[in-house]
T-cell receptor, first 115, second 112 residues
């Protein structure tokens, strides 16, 4: 149980394009999902907390207009990197917490490369 | 600012030995604690959660929590080369938003 999927697993795009990443909780409902970014050999960095049916809460320094988050259902949250640039290349990982719980279960991650 | 501290390592142990990973946290009112394992290039996977003082065992893993001293540890018995990974300690923020504060992780190397 507690499986989280992400799609795509890997994406390469040209600078200036937008990329959408999906995060799904497969066998549980998640009121809250989280989006992290991890650069090589660095620790996880929380970007935003996504709540079903409401606006996401962004961490300090994360541009909400650049990283658009939509959490339209209890099993799906999406992160759109708008007008991606090479410095946005990173490993993006989502996690989900079962409704009422605190444990976070991570998706497999999406590796983004912006050329 | 709430902090979770871990020694970055690497912690090197021979196969079959006990690996001891430690973590301290700054927020005295924290109530929930987690250990995740992250292999290189992969996302974190949950190993254990612990909420009460004392030990919690799951197979070869034992989590230990001491709220008075604000530390949590993870023991891995009979360490295997496949245990070589980075181990992340995470502490619940206790704000109602379900956020976790992660340490930077300890890299464990188990040599055959």
């Amino acid at each position: 149980g507690a499986v989280v999927s992400q799609h795509p697993s890997r994406v390469i795009c040209k600078s200036g394009t937008s990329v959408k990443i999906e995060c799904r909780s497969l066998d549980f409902q998640a009121t809250t999902m989280f989006w992290y970014r991890q650069f090589p050999k660095q620790s996880l960095m929380l970007m935003a907390t996504s709540n079903e049916g409401s606006k996401a809460t962004y961490e300090q320094g994360v541009e909400k207009d650049k990283f658009l988050i939509n959490h339209a259902s209890l099993t799906l949250s999406t992160l759109t990197v708008t007008s991606a640039h090479p410095e946005d290349s990173s490993f993006y990982i989502c996690s989900a917490s079962p409704t009422g719980g605190e444990t976070q279960y991570f998706g497999p991650g999406t590796r983004l490369l912006v050329l | 600012q709430k902090e979770v501290e871990q020694n970055s390592g690497p912690l090197s142990v021979p196969e079959g030995a006990i690996a001891s990973l430690n973590c301290t946290y700054s927020d005295r009112v924290s109530q929930s604690f987690f250990w995740y394992r992250q292999y290189s290039g992969k996302s974190p996977e949950l190993i254990m959660s612990i909420y009460s003082n004392g030990d919690k065992e799951d197979g070869r893993f034992t989590a230990q929590l001491n709220k008075a001293s604000q530390y949590v540890s993870l023991l891995i018995r009979d360490s295997q080369p496949s245990d070589s990974a980075t181990y992340l300690c995470a502490v619940g923020e206790n704000t109602g938003f379900q956020k976790l504060v992660f340490g930077t992780g300890t890299r464990l190397l188990v040599s055959p």
